[in-house]
């Protein structure tokens, strides 16, 4: 049974001369909701983007329940990504089909499930949404999918509380974790907290750390944000 | 809701909100728990988080898991032990507190029986 493990060995991403990543080697646990986090421009969209499959790394590889991470992956890897996703034209309803068309694991019953959850008008063009209700689309779109690995970068940044809050809850109501993994990039550490049971840390294209959130609750360490500023720290 | 604190694993914060919540009678024995992914929409916490919780108070034997039926709170004479449990424990801290500010046992009872009841304050 295949459930969106994520290996990376030896994996390094350059854009010129900068490494975006930097020789990464790393297992992230399947069945569990994880967050990868750390300051801007760390690589936390970079790595992202390679277990979507949508980059290659420069060496190393990439797998995902030991499949190279290719373009084709996109049918084991259901990708929100930080840009707006799709054509302005279509109306949400519109969407969702065109979504239904392209991913064969997309569930229709539970994309209108998800879209009357977020409150989203069938009729209107995603062009003319509210910047909340795109990113709620972008949510609801993603999380329709059966696919093994969920990846979320930066889900709620730049949203008003409200919006972070249905996205959050969404999130919760919707994502079946016996046969999926999802991994979040985020800056906004506290607000995801809840939400995570394995944390990993990125910073200068390097994981820094990772861990089980709740052994960093148990170590007293101020939460997350302790934690993580402890580490960027020293 | 009120937050979580972040020196505790939100785990064990759940499971003291629900013991509490069964204590008070909110809960009554018999009473089948929400589902988990209910509990955890309710809590705004990750499902693993809550099966965690569901898996601690039936080794607790608060619970009991009866199968393809869900989560059930246990009988009444368990819930009176619980009851005991979160009181002593209750007076744990307290007695603590007071022992590390230098109180001695007289002191701790009298202060604690003159708030009760009202009487001269030491």
Redesign the interface.
């Known amino acids: 049974m295949t459930a969106g493990s994520v290996t990376f060995d030896h994996v390094t991403k350059a854009f010129g001369a900068t490494r975006a990543v930097h020789d990464v080697s790393i297992t992230f646990p399947s069945?569990?909701?994880i967050g990868l986090i750390g300051p801007n421009g760390g690589g936390k969209s970079t790595s992202l983007k390679l277990m979507a499959g949508l980059m290659h790394p420069s060496a190393g590889s990439v797998r995902v329940d030991g499949l190279e991470a290719r373009r084709g992956l996109c049918a084991t890897v259901a990708f929100a990504p930080d840009a707006g996703a799709g054509y302005s034209f279509f109306t949400v309803a519109e969407m969702i089909g065109y979504y239904h068309s392209v991913f064969a694991d997309f569930d229709p019953k539970r994309a209108e499930e998800l879209r009357s959850f977020m409150d989203l008008p069938a009729a209107v063009r995603t062009g003319a949404l509210s910047k909340g209700n795109q990113a709620r689309l972008k949510i609801a779109l993603t999380l329709a999918r059966a696919a093994p690995l969920i990846l979320m970068d930066e889900p709620l940044s730049g949203l008003d509380p409200l919006v972070r809050?249905s996205i959050?809850?969404g999130l919760?109501?919707f994502?079946d974790?016996d046969r999926q993994t999802v991994v979040i990039s985020t800056h906004e550490v506290g607000e995801v907290?809840?939400?995570?049971?394995v944390v990993a840390l990125m910073d200068r294209g390097r994981i820094l750390a990772m861990e089980e959130?709740?052994g960093i609750?148990?170590s007293?360490a101020?939460?997350?944000?302790?934690w993580m500023r402890r580490i960027l720290v020293r | 809701m009120e937050p979580f604190s972040q020196n505790e694993p939100i785990y064990r914060q759940i499971m003291d909100r629900l013991c509490r919540a069964v204590v008070r009678g909110n809960l009554v024995p018999g009473e089948r728990l929400p589902s988990v992914r209910e509990m955890a929409v309710e809590f705004g916490v990750n499902p693993n988080t809550i099966s965690r919780v569901y898996q601690e108070l039936e080794r607790l034997g608060v619970t009991e898991t009866r199968r393809g039926q869900g989560c059930f709170l246990t009988d009444a004479e368990r819930i009176a032990t619980l009851r005991r449990e979160l009181s002593r424990r209750a007076i744990d801290r307290l007695l603590t507190e007071m022992a590390a500010m230098g109180f001695s046992r007289e002191e701790i009872l009298r202060s604690v029986s003159d708030h009760l009841f009202g009487g001269d304050n030491p």
Do not use: C, F, N, T
Request: charged residues 20%; negative net charge; glycine residues 16%.
């Open positions: 069945h569990k909701i809050a959050v809850r919760i109501s994502v974790l907290e809840p939400l995570l049971d959130v709740q609750q148990e007293g101020g939460g997350l944000v302790g």
